[in-house]
């Protein structure tokens, strides 16, 4: 059974990094749905192709991310914010993407910061909470991040009913 409790000096700090994986894992897998619905939309036949490289781009990013993760000149909660900030900047700029060319290289340039924000809390929980409690700190935040991809694709696949 978990332990809702940490360190008392880390604990609102800790409730903020877990709350705040809540709020991205609720709208994590919501670009999934849109993005076949746009390119459908445009008439793009082959819109599974852009899924299938954000997949496949995905993979090789998650290492490179471990391994500036472990140099000391980058701290994993700065990367983290960054992915954050590119993959908003990058969703906005995606009504604008009108070709299958186009799309292709956002899914290229999307899975660079969504492979960051999957992959990088193991390694600031870490740095935040320590080694000792990072079990109970890393088994809260990922029962809020199920929290999140249960209810934020079951509400955008709502909407998405009540617009189209």
């Known amino acids: ?14 409730s903020c ?7 991205i894992f609720f709208a994590y897998f919501i670009p999934f749905i849109y993005i076949p619905i746009r390119a459908n939309d445009l008439g793009i036949e082959n819109y599974s192709w852009i899924i299938g490289i954000i997949g496949m781009a995905n993979i ?9 993760c472990d140099r000391k000149f980058l701290r994993a909660i700065h990367m983290n914010s960054f992915c954050l900030l590119v993959a908003t ?13 186009l799309q292709i290289i956002f899914g290229i340039l999307f899975a660079i910061p969504m492979a960051g924000i999957n992959s990088l809390p193991t390694k600031y ?9 990072f079990r109970n700190a890393n088994g809260i ?7 999140g991809v249960s ?10 009913n009540l617009i189209y």
């Open 151 to 160: 209810f934020g694709p079951f509400l955008a696949g709502n909407e998405k």
């Open 141 to 147: 935040t990922n029962l809020f991040r199920g929290f």
């Open 89 to 101: 900047v990058l969703l906005f700029s995606y009504y604008y993407l009108k070709s299958f060319t």
């Open 60 to 68: 090789p990013i998650r290492v490179l991310f471990g391994f500036l």
């Open 1 to 14: 059974m978990a332990n809702l409790k940490l360190e008392k000096k880390r604990e609102s700090q800790t």
């Open 125 to 133: 929980l870490v740095d935040q909470v320590g080694s000792e409690k």
């Open 17 to 23: 990094i877990v709350m705040s994986n809540f709020f």
